[in-house]
């Protein structure tokens, strides 16, 4: 449940704090800061090697290098955690 959480979290901070006009996907900022991506299918953003996250129609999902990840579809809810295993629940 966790990286259920995590992905929410993480994409839910991407649509509220990402800028109406942003950078390039795949972006690295000169100082180093977050680069995001808004447009009419979605947000998505990632802090160079820090965590990422992604929302869009039908989709949210997030992780963190060497750390959880998860994601969320209409008919899927899904997460891993290293060390741990991962985790599929059919919605």
Known sequence: MKPFLVAVTIAGLLVNAAPATADPTDCVSPDGSACAVVDG??????????????????????????????AVTPDQVSGCVPGVGCLDIPR
């Open 41 to 70: 299918d979605g947000a998505s953003g990632a802090i160079p090697g820090g965590p990422s996250g992604t929302a869009g129609p039908g989709m949210v999902e997030g992780s963190i290098p060497g750390g959880p990840s998860g």
